[in-house]
C-alpha cells in the first residue's frame, strides 16, 4: 500500500546531482520514526557500525507485512539499505548505488524483494531472494533517460509484477520477473501506481499532467479519470496513490490540488479539506492505516498531515527542513509509522 514514487523528484534529483555541494549537506534527512501515531518523530539514520546516514536522501520505504521488523528503503545514490531492527540501525545492501525509486516486497514470501530506479542514465529494476541482502538485475532499459517509478505485485498471484516508466510504459511479468511485457502505454510519465488490498486486478495509474486511469481486470482495459477530476486544479499532477484497505471503492489522490478521495472507484471526486496552493510545494507522499483506515498520513515537503476522521479533519506537524517524499505504516502496530526524506536544492 505504500509504493510510489514521482516523476517531479527525478527533475529535482537532476538539480541535486548537478549543483553537487558535498559540503554543508543538510543533516535531517534519511527516514523518520513516530512511535506514538505522529505526536512525536525521531530521526532513525545509524548504520549497524554507529556511522551517520543523516545526509542520505531517500525516496522510497517497504515494511514486511510479516515481519515489520524488517524495513527496506530505496536511496538517492546509496542503492538500496535496510534494517532488522524496526529502524534503529541500517545496513547497506549489495545494491549500493544508483537511485531507488519503488521497492516492493512479496507479501506471501517476505525474502522476494523487487526494486526500481535507475543507475546512471539508465532505468532498471532488481530482485531479491534472501530478504534484501542480495539483488540482481532482471531489467534494464535500452534507452536513456527512462525510469522505473513504480512496482506492484499481485498479492493474489505474487508470480505477477507491473511497473510503471517515465515513458508511459506499464509493463507486465507473469513469471516473477524473468521477462516482460508492455501491456499498455500511457501518454505522459508514470507517476504513481497502487493496487487494491482486495482484488489485485484492480489498480489505478497516475500519469503526469493526465490525471489518473483505473483498471478491473489487471490492466486490460483502463476508464480515463479526467472528467471526474479535472475540476481540481492541479490534480493532474498526482504523485501519490492510496485504497481504503477494507473498502477499495474508496481511494485517496494526493497531488498539486491537495487530496481527494472518492469512495464509488473514482466516478466522483471530494475534495477533503487538504488544499495546497500550486506552485508552493513540490511533493505529496501518502499512507493509510491498514487497521483503522479513517487514519489518513500526508506529507507535504516538511510537514504531516495526520487526520483520524478519512480527511475531514487534519493536525499538523512539521518534522524536517528538507521534504518528505515516501510514508509507510507498521501494519501490524500502526502507532509507529515512518518517514522517508530527501534533499532538495533551492
Not at 3 to 8: E, P, T
Not at 140 to 149: N, V, Y
Request: proline content about 4%; overall charge positive.
Amino acid at each position: 500500500m505504500f509504493q510510489n514514487k514521482k516523476i517531479f523528484l527525478i527533475a529535482l534529483l537532476a538539480l541535486f546531482i548537478l549543483t553537487g555541494a558535498t559540503c554543508n549537506k543538510p543533516k535531517d534527512l534519511f527516514v523518520y520514526k513516530t512511535v506514538d501515531s505522529g505526536k512525536n518523530w525521531e530521526q532513525k539514520a545509524v548504520t549497524d557500525n554507529k556511522k551517520s546516514l543523516a545526509s542520505t536522501s531517500v525516496l522510497c520505504i517497504a515494511i514486511d507485512p510479516k515481519n515489520p521488523n524488517n524495513i527496506i528503503i530505496g536511496t538517492v545514490g546509496k542503492g538500496i539499505l535496510r534494517s532488522q531492527n524496526a529502524g534503529d540501525t541500517w545496513e547497506q545492501t549489495s545494491l549500493k548505488q544508483g537511485t531507488i525509486n519503488t521497492v516492493a516486497i512479496n507479501p506471501k514470501d517476505s525474502n522476494v524483494v523487487y526494486a526500481g530506479g535507475s543507475i546512471g542514465n539508465l532505468g532498471k529494476m532488481y530482485k531479491s531472494i534472501d530478504n534484501a541482502a542480495n539483488f540482481n538485475e532482471i531489467y534494464s532499459e535500452t534507452h536513456a533517460k527512462i525510469d522505473i517509478m513504480s512496482i506492484l505485485i499481485d498479492h493474489y498471484s505474487p508470480k505477477i509484477i507491473y511497473a510503471g516508466l517515465t515513458n508511459g510504459g506499464f509493463l507486465k511479468s507473469s513469471d516473477s520477473g524473468q521477462s516482460w511485457l508492455a501491456t499498455n502505454w500511457f501518454s505522459g510519465p508514470v507517476q504513481a501506481m497502487a493496487m487494491s488490498p482486495k482484488d489485485s486486478r484492480k489498480m489505478y495509474v497516475a500519469i503526469k499532467g493526465r490525471y489518473a486511469y483505473l483498471t478491473k481486470d489487471g490492466g486490460k482495459t483502463w476508464v480515463d479519470l479526467k472528467e471526474s477530476l479535472i475540476d481540481f486544479r492541479g490534480a493532474n499532477l498526482i504523485t501519490a496513490i492510496e485504497f481504503d484497505p477494507k473498502d477499495d471503492r474508496i481511494a485517496y489522490l494526493g497531488s498539486h490540488f491537495g487530496v481527494t478521495k472518492t469512495i464509488d472507484d473514482g466516478k466522483k471526486w471530494v475534495d477533503t479539506g487538504l488544499l495546497l496552493e500550486p506552485g508552493k510545494f513540490i511533493n505529496v507522499a501518502m499512507s493509510v492505516s491498514p487497521k483503522t483506515p479513517d487514519t489518513i498520513y500526508v506529507g507535504v515537503d516538511t510537514t504531516i498531515h495526520k487526520s483520524i476522521n478519512g480527511g475531514k479533519d487534519w493536525i499538523i506537524k512539521k518534522i524536517t527542513n528538507s521534504v518528505i517524499t515516501s510514508l509507510a505504516i507498521d501494519p501490524k502496530n500502526p502507532k509507529n509509522v515512518f518517514a522517508g526524506v530527501m534533499e532538495v536544492k533551492e
